[in-house]
Structure formats: C-alpha cells, structure tokens
C-alpha cells in the first residue's frame, strides 16, 4: 500500500515535470514577421504582424531560409500573387524580376513635392551603380491615374528610359499590400495629392529585401555599396 502510494507520488512528479519542461520549451521560441516589418521585433505568441498582417513565423525557422521549389524563400516578394502592368503595357508578375537586384520606390507620377526628389535619386543611383543586373522598379500609389500611358509618358519626361526602368501600375489592393511588404506608409489627402513615407527599397535576385534608405536628400553611398554587393552574389 506505502509503496504504491510512493510510486503514485514519483509518477505525479514526473508527469508534471514533464509538463513543465514542455510549457518551458514552448515559452521559449519566439514568432517574426516574415517581412521583418519591425525589424527584428519577436513576439511571445503566434499571430499576423500589425504591420503587413502576414503570419508570423518561428524565428527558429528563419534561421535556415525556407525555400519551395523554384527556391524562392518564404520572405520573397515573388511569392506575391499579384499581377500588374508595365509602362509597355505588359502583364507580370513579380517574380518575373526574379535574377536581378531591385531598387523599388513607390511614387505618383502627379506628386509635385516629394516624388520628382525620390525619382532623381533612383536616377543618380542607376548612374553610379552602372550595372546591367539591376533593375529599377517605380510602382504608382495613385493607380487609378497612372495607367501604362501615363507611367510611360512620365517615364520619357523623367529620363527613365531602357530595358532596367520598370514602371508599374497594379490594382488598389495588391499595391497596399505591396507597400506594407516595404512599410511604406501612403494615404489620400485630397482628389489628387497623396502623403507618403519616401523609402527606395533594395531587394537581392531571390527577391528577398536587404537594405532601405528613408528620407529626401539623404545620402545614397551605404545603397549603392549594398546593390553592388548584392550584384555580385
Ligand atoms: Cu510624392
């Protein structure tokens, strides 16, 4: 009778020891956002990311990018469904710019204020970058207004001419979606002006983001160091 009782004991113990160190493991991995939308913020639970609202994964799963078979990782922007239309007129897709470096800037061809400023720094980027393996992604805010004409029209007046100069107009939806993927931040202020946060974004081949500039007038030497180095990868 003592010794069943004792051993009823030691297994009760074990059990919750066992529980413990379960509740322990679990406690200890923490959740990411995918896009690393707050930088390397973790959160304690599984949940959307407040930013872009995509899953949050397994920081323990990053270590080791995931990747699908066409060796595209979770963090891609090519995974981006989306289709949108270039200044030609043309239907992609994102990954379609799979295998190039991407310097991405959203912008609205009708901005008087801070776009020309973003613009003529793609320019002066694309100049002192000289590459051929990098391409330069202007997607329109103000969809609507930016049809493939316009953006091609706004393209020959910016000088932004030649194969590596992507203009892009999508639908309303997918370019949210695509300014969250950069944490750009834009909203309507009046029938024809936007706000917005001016961000040139460097995605590497695998479309996956590595670098940021933020702000007007700001320099450009730590990008252009990034997009060549990630042009020789
Ligand atoms: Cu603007």
Known sequence: MNTNYLKNILSLIFLISLFACQTQVNSTEQYIC??????????????????????LVKVSSLEAPILDEDG?????????QSEWKTQDNESIHLTDLKGKVLVVVMIYTSCEAACPRLVADMRNIYSKVD??????????????KDTPEKLKTYAQEEHLEGDQWILLQGKLDDVREFSNVLSMKYKKISPIDFSHTNIISVFDKQGVLQHQQEGLGVSNDKLVQKVKALSEE
């Open 34 to 55: 995918p896009m690393k939308c707050e930088d390397h913020k973790t959160y304690d639970h599984p949940g959307t990311c407040p930013v872009c609202k995509m899953d």
């Open 131 to 144: 590459d051929p393996n990098v391409d330069y992604v202007l997607v329109s805010i103000d969809p609507e």
């Open 72 to 80: 595209i990782s979770e963090e891609s922007i090519f995974n981006l």
